[in-house]
């Protein structure tokens, strides 16, 4: 069974933090990109021509690598009769830190969105950029594009837009038989607008309100947007948040809606991620309703005193619970260790590695299962660093204390 798209952008933002700080002693570390619906076959001719090309690379060591790397991956791809519905990603080289020692690995994902971008690059360290673009958008938004004649409804998730409605209306003409009043005249053509109006927003509700969507960009060429919005013929949960001039109002017309919108979309996920986070260090700074830390935030969750979860995207603390001779024990651990490297609290060695788990998996299948709200908080953001190198990437507000 495909996993959910909530599933595989945490699998995706698992992904590009364990990559992220890999670095080659060379130029060979592969990264590949193939969008979805491009052939497999054709990438494996790529892959073959690039194998014959890597043996002009002059040194020794990193001519070798990029090989047995590419020879990784044709050998991975021989296991797909077809691209996966989104495509896919995929990540190979040697993630040995020791000079003297190679460590080929192979990392792939099938990403939350369809990838647009076919790509194939060697460098000292894996491209990541593609997918982290697509981790930047968690919510879906409206997009509605009307002029007088014509309506478009599409959904904006990531990079992808998706037309789920169209509208037309016939207009009156500029005479009419009879030689009607202009009072009457223009009344009929008023009445003509609002009832156009109300299917747009009609259209609106069946198609967004339905699909969980609230938060709306709206464009169009000429007032007629803003007229349709001070009327307000669609449903009051709607949230307008941008209106952009567009050129048309059919598929270009969503295009050009969607290139607009991006800064719109960036600066309102901003804008609340650091409202969050300032309530957060408020509640922290008077001792309030705030958690912090992974133990505390787990306890939380369970107890069901945690209406908000903050989540890291840059966290990697595991939670481990072991075995020691005075009994079991919970340790959260930054980082990768060894079981063999690892101490009971008192210093000794453990006896037995009962159970490991990643705090983010953890904290985001609790959230699931209880219903707590939760926002994944960027770590390149300032409020983000603050968080990870403060609070453990890992916090929130309580419901009472």
Do not use: W
């Not at 090309?53 to 020794?60: D, E, H, M, R």
């Not at 020691?324 to 101490?343: A, H, L, S, V």
């Amino acid at each position: 069974m495909r996993m959910s798209t909530d599933k595989q952008k945490r699998e995706m933002t698992k992904l590009i933090n364990k990559l992220r700080n890999i670095r080659g002693s060379g130029t060979e570390l592969i990264s590949i990109y193939i969008p979805a619906g491009y052939p497999i076959t054709e990438t494996i001719n790529k892959l073959r021509t690039e194998h014959g090309q890597a043996g002009n690379i002059k040194s020794k060591t990193t001519r070798g690598n990029v090989q047995d790397a590419i020879d990784k991956i044709l050998n991975y791809l021989k296991l797909f009769k077809k691209t996966p519905k989104n495509g896919i990603a995929i990540f190979c080289g040697n993630i040995s830190k020791d000079p003297g020692k190679t460590d080929i690995e192979l990392f792939s994902i099938e990403p939350p969105l369809p990838l647009q971008v076919s790509m194939y690059r060697c460098d000292s360290e894996f491209l990541l950029e593609p997918l982290r673009e697509q981790g930047k958008v968690k919510e879906r938004y409206g997009l509605v594009t009307i002029d007088g004649k014509d309506a478009t409804i599409a959904i904006l998730e990531g990079n992808t837009t998706k037309i789920v409605k169209r509208l037309t209306t016939t207009g009156p003409s500029k005479s009419t038989k009879g030689g009607s009043s202009a009072a009457r005249y223009q009344r009929y053509v008023e009445e003509l607008i609002e009832d156009y109006y109300k299917r747009v927003g009609e259209a609106m509700d069946e198609t967004l309100i339905t699909s969980g969507i609230k938060k709306v960009i709206v464009g169009g060429p000429g007032p007629v947007k803003e007229n349709f919005l001070k009327m307000k013929a669609f449903n009051y949960q709607f949230q307008i948040i941008a209106v952009l001039d567009t050129g048309y109002v059919d598929d270009y017309g969503i295009q050009e809606l969607a290139r607009k919108s991006v800064e719109v979309i960036s600066e309102e996920k901003a804008k609340k991620q650091k409202k969050l986070m300032d309530q957060f260090f408020g509640e922290v700074a008077k001792n309030g309703l705030a958690v912090y830390g992974p133990k505390e935030t787990l306890e939380a969750m369970d107890s069901g005193k945690l209406s908000l979860l903050l989540l890291s995207e840059g966290i990697e603390t595991k939670h481990y619970v072991i075995q020691c001779e005075e009994g079991e024990e919970e340790q959260f651990i930054d980082g990768d260790i060894k079981e063999k490297e690892m101490r009971c609290s008192h210093g000794k060695k453990i006896e037995k590695l009962i159970n490991e788990q990643e705090v983010f998996d953890e904290a985001y299948e609790k959230a699931e299962k209880h219903g707590i709200e939760l926002e994944l908080i960027p770590a390149d953001s300032n409020e983000g660093k603050q968080f990870l190198g403060g609070f453990r990437g890992i916090g929130g507000i309580l419901r009472y204390k």
